[in-house]
């Protein structure tokens, strides 16, 4: 009798526990945002899970803070404002950062679109090292197909257009230096509509 009142008692507290576990909610899903810090203000970019590879070097190497030591070091109006490592030798041969492409007819280089830069490789390999934004309003057409679209801005086109309107010197790199602090935000799927208007 004893030992049936032991065995009674565990399951009554087993049942308990699922009970307990089977209620508990959820987490909500959270969504990446890239906000890019410059000292004329922030830009934030939607990030394209269908380019899935690029997406997630983008992430690792903002959680490691790689594109901090660098800068917006090429600005060209009505074309791109380019940011991370310089086009160089050092940055681009032998590169451990280089992606295949993920070419997606979706996504296009209208303005705002993120893009990840490249040398002149035949494999149109990207380099993660250095991004762009389209910063002409009817799009660059002529690069679909030939660099990799990976996201689009969501906020801060006001600071796009005051990045793109820097002075710069004759090889398109501004006179005063623009700084880069990127990071990975998380948002819900409400705060996402809140703040950036952005509805899934």
Known sequence: MKSLTVILFVLFLFGCQKQE????????????IAE??????????????ETPNHKAKFMELAKENHYDQFTFNRVIQNFVVQGG?????????????????????????TYGALGMGRDDNPQKLSNACQFYIVNKETGLPQL???????GKIVKGKDVLELIESQKTNPNDQPIE????????LQFSEKTLADSFDLVL
């Open 177 to 184: 230096q623009i700084p880069l602090n990127v990071s990975i």
């Open 144 to 150: 679909d197909g030939d660099y990799m679209i990976f």
């Open 36 to 49: 890019v810090a410059t000292r004329l203000g922030n830009m934030y970019f939607w990030l394209y899970d």
């Open 85 to 109: 490592c310089p086009d160089s030798v050092q940055y681009f041969e032998n590169s451990p950062f280089l992606l295949e492409p993920e070419f997606l007819d979706t996504f296009k280089h």
């Open 21 to 32: 576990t089977d209620s508990t909610e959820p987490q909500e899903r959270t969504y990446a």
